[in-house]
């Protein structure tokens, strides 16, 4: 066989492993960035969803402090933001939840509270329904930026990337990429291999 011939299928093996290794390179970083885009787009949601309940709940436990009268419309509004956490959150979340309604129910049917009752209530630390909810939501949220997920715990979501795993693989892929241009730019003869 002639030296030149195996010279030129050496050059165009080498040329189509480094093609099929930057291109899998570049799939790998798009996959992640997809990854850690749709991670966050789950947290966030999810963050909105527990701010409104504690919103929701807050405003519903007062009036249930102060009233005997149920006010519908806001525990409808209720339970609609615990049905979608049904969805979205990870069991322990929507017990507590389940929790902090049946406690809101319970305040409507006990007696009103007077300013009093309500200060040794405080006193006593027993006026923050929303406590547990609060820990629970932060420790999913926690573990879901943590990267230590599971499918059943929060529904489906892939396994995170971390962002700034994410922006050194960019940073590397494009690192890379403007070597290899810069050396495609140049004669044959001058690239130091």
Not at 49 to 68: G, M, P, R, T
Not at 107 to 133: C, E, H
Request: one cysteine or more; glycine letters at 6%.
């Amino acid at each position: 066989m002639n030296p030149a011939y195996v010279t030129a299928v050496a050059a165009l093996a080498g040329s189509a492993v480094g093609g099929l290794t930057s291109l899998a390179a570049s799939w790998l970083t798009q996959r992640a960035q997809a990854r850690a885009q749709q991670l966050a787009h789950d947290v966030g949601r999810r963050e909105v969803l527990y701010k409104n309940f504690i919103e929701e709940a807050s405003k519903s436990y007062a009036d249930a402090i102060q009233h005997n009268e149920i006010d519908g419309a806001k525990l409808v509004r209720l339970y609609a933001v615990v049905s979608r956490m049904r969805v979205l959150s990870s069991q322990p979340v929507v017990e507590r939840a389940d929790t902090v309604m049946r406690m809101i129910m319970e305040t409507y049917a006990a007696p009103n509270k007077t300013i009093r009752d309500v200060a040794d209530t405080v006193n006593r630390g027993g006026l923050d329904p929303l406590r547990d909810f609060s820990s629970a939501c932060r420790e999913e949220l926690r573990t879901a930026v943590g990267g230590t997920t599971t499918r059943e715990s929060l529904k489906d979501i892939p396994s995170p990337v971390r962002c700034a795993d994410i922006r050194r693989t960019s940073r590397t892929s494009r690192r890379r990429h403007r070597q290899s241009l810069h050396l495609g730019a140049l004669p044959l003869h001058e690239v130091a291999l």
